[in-house]
């Protein structure tokens, strides 16, 4: 607990500081008793907007490379995260979970399973099918921040003829973008941009409340991490129970996150 509270006194104004995180909601965040915080994954830095909201301890759980690189993996230690192995069903890491939440702590996770951003194979897929006369080197940094699940709903749209093959390979670049000017065009409705605002949701999360009778704390993350950022903002919702029902917990929860993210966004506009 000393080491989670030393680097967070340490950390925080340093982190509020450089990225300027308007956080709203933060009395939402239960001052005891079992809670799972649950939001999106766009950034390395999600976490801190949750742990700079709340003087709990927040044990969050991390995959395992991190555990594996010994230049930060004393820091994830030290901090009490738990290491979770995503190549496999991690029991290990659950049951880790649970006992935090048994022990009426506080636990954080990323609801999605990964960060909601390109990965390599994707963008090798692309590439490959339609780019492979730029450099991959190009190519790979112009993808890398378009979000997976926006890239995935473009090929959806392709596929219903929805936009054509020419518009689709003008406009991939910056799919977020092109998304809103369909929206505005009448091609598709604000309703379907946030119907794939987000990844399928994982169970783990509305698993682990249902067995330790945890509360869940939404919030949601938008916005650029950049120095004394502009626009980046958090939001974090109103907590809930879940019930033995985990399909519709975990939709509830994937509701949430986008009511939330809409929130956000209608007030940056």
């Known amino acids: 607990m000393n080491g989670y509270r030393i680097m967070r006194a340490i950390l925080s104004p ?4 450089w990225y300027r995180p308007k956080i709203e909601g933060k009395e939402n965040i239960p001052h005891e008793g079992a ?5 999106n994954h766009i950034h390395l830095m999600d976490q801190c907007n949750v742990i700079v909201s709340t003087k709990r301890k927040l044990h969050y759980m991390a995959k395992k490379e991190y555990f594996d690189d010994h230049k930060v993996a004393w820091f994830f230690k030290f901090v009490g995260c738990i290491p979770v192995d995503r190549s496999k069903k991690d029991v290990d890491a659950k049951a880790a979970a649970i006992e935090v939440l048994n022990n009426n702590h506080a636990l954080g996770i990323f609801p999605e399973g990964t960060r909601n951003g390109l990965k390599e194979d994707k963008i090798k897929e692309i590439y490959n099918k ?9 190519f790979y940094k112009k993808m890398k921040k378009n979000k ?3 890239i995935l709903y473009l090929e959806e749209l392709l596929d219903k003829k929805v936009i054509s093959e020419y518009n689709y390979l003008n406009n991939i670049f910056d799919a977020d973008k092109y ?3 369909l929206i505005e065009s009448g091609l598709i409705t604000i309703d379907d941009y946030y119907d794939h605002i987000l990844l399928p949701l994982k169970f783990g999360a509305v698993s682990m409340a249902s067995k330790t009778n945890a509360l869940i704390v939404p919030y949601a993350i938008s916005g650029n991490y950049k120095f ?3 626009n980046l903002k958090v939001k974090i919702g109103v907590p809930f129970k879940v019930g033995n029902d985990l399909e519709k917990a975990n939709n509830d929860l994937d509701k949430e996150i986008k009511k939330l993210l809409r ?3 209608k007030k940056s506009d």
Do not use: H, P, V
Request: charged share 25%.
């Open 148 to 150: 997976t699940s926006f």
């Open 14 to 17: 340093i982190y509020k500081f």
């Open 130 to 138: 339609y780019f492979f006369e730029m450099s991959y080197k190009k």
């Open 179 to 181: 998304l809103n000017e």
């Open 263 to 265: 929130e956000i966004n």
């Open 228 to 230: 004394r950022s502009k």
């Open 35 to 39: 809670i799972i915080l649950a939001g």
